[in-house]
């Protein structure tokens, strides 16, 4: 599970408010955030069948 300072990181990054231009030209922190987003998901739905 990611921390949300990590999906905040992740956020400001997709939406260019972070400076990458030093990054690797193939860097993209989009298909992270999405697998991140699904274990959420899961682990949200998981604990409602659960009765959480």
Do not use: Y
């Amino acid at each position: 599970m990611v921390g949300n300072k990590t999906h905040d990181q992740q956020q400001r990054i997709i939406e260019k408010k972070v400076d990458t231009t030093n990054a690797d030209p193939d860097f993209d922190p989009r298909p992270d955030l999405k697998a991140s987003d699904r274990r959420e998901d899961r682990k949200e739905k998981q604990d409602k069948d659960q009765g959480r």
